[in-house]
């Protein structure tokens, strides 16, 4: 398993390293009250870490933390909550 994971790694590593050297152009991101100077392999690289937190963000607030609550609720020996009508 531990080897998996290395390779797993590696390999993102590498495709990390290979868009960066091939978008290596500069480019200029306006976000309001700064901008943001690098290049285009840098904003790619950016844009799709933040798409990964952003959507395990969602997945944990709407998938993990409700059934948490109802792993804590099944613990202490009380029923789930009622769920509302058209689920």
Known sequence: MRLIRLLVALACLAIGVAIGALNAQPVSLDLGITIFR??????????????????????????????????????????????PEGR
Request: hydrophobic share 55%; charged share 15%.
């Open 38 to 83: 690098a290049t285009l392999g840098v904003c790619i690289l950016l844009a799709l870490l933040a798409g990964v937190l952003i959507g395990g963000a969602v997945i944990s607030a709407s998938v993990v933390l409700p059934m948490q609550r109802r792993l804590a609720l099944a613990r202490r020996g009380l029923p789930p909550p009622d769920r």
